[in-house]
């Protein structure tokens, strides 16, 4: 996640790229971040947004006790609760509301751990109607979310995730390329140091036709994202 050219808070973007030069024609559909950045260290945050906007208020105490007071008041006044489409945010989420990880030990850790249980699980099928891609390119994946909040047991809710996500991001895709008449794709970013994802998408993509770029010589996540980051600099700078 980082600041868009917008001022927003970007993070799952469809972007179509040109040099140094890019287009946003998609994004993930935003959740709010209650706390600001402290809601990336606190997965249980987003769990409660999701449950907030599900209307099932009365869930939040009950599954993160008083502390979920405030957060309640936060996101009812709109109080510090910057929004983001942020993918990663999304795993956080995800993993909140199944019980696997509600508070980050280092970064990146929840999403660690709900790959790690999918891995285990083994291959399901997608969520039927588990997302939506709206005309102007977002991705909602809310669907998901609330089924994700009906109390699966976690391994099986970590597997239909990815399964759903994976399909819902080569859809997107195929709805850009009939957009853009584009058929190279570029898979970058923190989330993509996800095997069980980057290999399950970059499978389905291949085989619809797509040709795919993966980070070889630099991680896709933040290393790379600032290796790229120079790189256009220097073309814009030329």
């Not at 280092?106 to 997608?126: K, N």
Request: proline share 5%; glycine share 12%; with cysteine.
């Amino acid at each position: 996640m980082g600041l868009g050219s917008d001022g927003g808070i970007w993070g799952g973007e469809l972007l179509r790229v040109d040099g140094a030069h890019c287009e946003r024609i998609g994004h993930f559909h935003p959740l709010p971040l209650p706390g600001g950045d402290r809601a990336a260290r606190e997965p249980w945050r987003l769990a409660a947004v999701v449950l907030h906007r599900l209307g099932r208020d009365e869930e939040i105490t009950r599954r993160f006790g008083p502390r979920a007071n405030l957060i309640q008041q936060m996101l009812e006044r709109r109080l510090q609760t910057p929004e983001t489409s942020s993918a990663g945010r999304l795993f956080d989420a995800a993993a909140a509301l199944l019980g696997v990880r509600e508070v980050n030990a280092y970064e990146g850790q929840a999403a660690m751990e709900l790959e790690a249980l999918a891995h285990r699980y083994g291959p399901v099928s997608p969520l039927r109607d588990g997302f939506q891609i709206s005309k102007d390119g977002v991705l909602d994946l809310w669907p998901l979310l609330a089924r994700l909040a009906d109390g699966l047991e976690p391994g099986a809710g970590a597997a239909l995730f990815h399964a759903t996500l994976t399909r819902a991001l080569s859809e997107w895709l195929e709805w850009a390329g009939a957009l853009s008449g584009l058929r190279q794709v570029a898979l970058s970013g923190g989330c993509f140091l996800n095997q069980w994802l980057a290999g399950q998408l970059q499978a389905r993509l291949e085989t619809a036709g797509w040709q795919v770029f993966t980070a070889r010589q630099a991680p896709p996540n933040d290393g790379g994202l600032s290796l790229g980051q120079a790189w256009a600099a220097i073309l814009l700078d030329h």
